[in-house]
């Protein structure tokens, strides 16, 4: 049985003297067997805490190992990246920029162009005063709320529209 039914037949042995089946008319459980139910619905809570904190243990511990492969493929990513920097400076340095092939793979250059900003401010200014330019200009606009300031002045007993302070319930498992 799940806490519910468990709970559903407590009440009704409290209730009724005793529970049923309603499908068979049977009956489950008579003024007797409270003291077994409330242990079973006792029971049944310790084992679903328990099942919980395992699972939470599993967890952990796969965030532990899932992070500690992300560690070391970042760690990799890093060396391969300083490798190729170093490659890179040796080949540039020695004027080697053509295409050679080796065993283990094929090192190359291609041309390539990029936008170099000098100064942002300076930029952002120019797009700003020139209606012709002025569309390569994004600005971003964000919205926060501080929500700290906002709690300490409903709690200091001052209004403020579409917030309130609610209490919750949370459910701790040690």
Known sequence: MNLYEIDKNIKDVIDRGYSF???TGE?????EDLKNLEMALTDKINNIVGYIKDLEI???ALEEVAQDYENRATSKKKKAE???EYLDSYLKANNMYDKQEYKNG???????KSLQIDNDVDLE???KGNDEYSKYLKEKVTTSFDKKGITEELKNGNEIPFCQIIEKQNLQIK
């Open 82 to 84: 300083r490798l190729k």
């Open 27 to 31: 009956i489950l459980f008579e003024t």
């Open 125 to 127: 200014n120019f797009l």
């Open 21 to 23: 089946n309603e499908e």
């Open 106 to 112: 094929v090192v190359s250059y291609r041309s390539s």
């Open 58 to 60: 599993e967890t952990k």
